[in-house]
């Protein structure tokens, strides 16, 4: 079993940025970050997966992934935020390779979720 803490999130203005932080109690093959807003399935937003990055293409060029194995955590800078990229993120983790970095299959571990809001 692996326990997620998540930290960051909260309010900004469009153009502003704001970092998310999650901590693992063990490494894992790959880490990222998902996102959901009321009624829709969960987006993948951005994850490393065997040391590789991956994002989805609305967040190209305004968000980056980064990880630390030693310390088991992945942070999310996110920059240029728009009203659209207001969600409930969640960190999450997995143990498998998959050929779909950013689908939620190869995810087993799952934080409770950040709230990211973006006013314009």
């Known amino acids: 079993q692996v326990q997620l803490v998540e930290s960051g999130g909260g309010s900004v203005q469009a153009g502003g940025s704001l970092r998310l932080s999650c901590a693992a109690s063990?490494?894992?093959?790959?880490m990222g970050w998902f996102r959901q807003v009321p009624g829709k399935g969960r987006e993948g937003v951005a994850v490393?997966?065997?040391?590789?990055?991956a994002y989805a293409d609305s967040v190209k060029g305004r968000f980056t992934i980064s990880r630390d194995n030693a310390a088991n955590t992945a942070t999310l800078q996110m920059d240029s935020l728009k009203p659209e990229d207001t969600a409930m993120y969640y960190c999450?983790?997995?143990?498998?390779?998959?050929?779909?970095?950013?689908?939620?299959?190869?995810?087993?571990?799952w934080g409770q979720g950040t709230q990211v809001t973006v006013s314009s």
């Open positions: 999450a983790a997995g143990d498998y390779y998959s050929t779909l970095p950013l689908s939620e299959t190869p995810y087993n571990y």
């Open positions: 063990r490494y894992t093959y790959s």
């Open positions: 490393i997966y065997g040391g590789r990055p």
